[in-house]
């Protein structure tokens, strides 16, 4: 188990009060916006990953959960995709914002080739 920031602490502590809630994305002001996943399977798989993430050294799955949180919170009021990459690299002590922009790289890099094959 890795040791925890304050930020990450404060994540775990808020998890952990709230058992409904899947994550915690602060808005401009500070406030928790707790975030739900309704579908049974995808929570499962969510939390799964969120566990691994946290409280492994490794932080595999780390990219999958960033991607996922933006996908779904980043229009919502108060929050945007470059919030919520703050928060994590805070959480996670990482440049996530770089390393998403090189997995996303990749990604596209992939496509293309793959397409070249069709």
């Not at 040791?3 to 808020?14: D, F, K």
Request: with cysteine; proline share 3%; charged share 25%.
């Amino acid at each position: 188990m890795r040791p925890h920031n304050a930020a990450l602490q404060r994540q775990v502590s808020l998890l952990t009060a709230d058992k409904s809630a899947d994550y915690f994305l602060f808005d401009e002001e500070d406030h928790a916006i707790p975030f739900a996943i309704e579908d049974m399977f995808t929570k499962f798989a969510f939390r799964v990953i969120r566990s691994s993430v946290m409280f492994s050294a490794a932080q595999k799955g780390l990219e999958i959960l960033v991607e996922y949180l933006i996908k779904i919170m980043e229009y919502k009021p108060g929050l945007s995709q470059e919030g919520i990459l703050i928060q994590l690299s805070g959480e996670y002590g990482e440049d996530i914002a770089e390393k998403m922009k090189s997995d996303i790289s990749k990604s596209w890099a992939c496509c293309v080739a793959t397409s070249l094959f069709l």
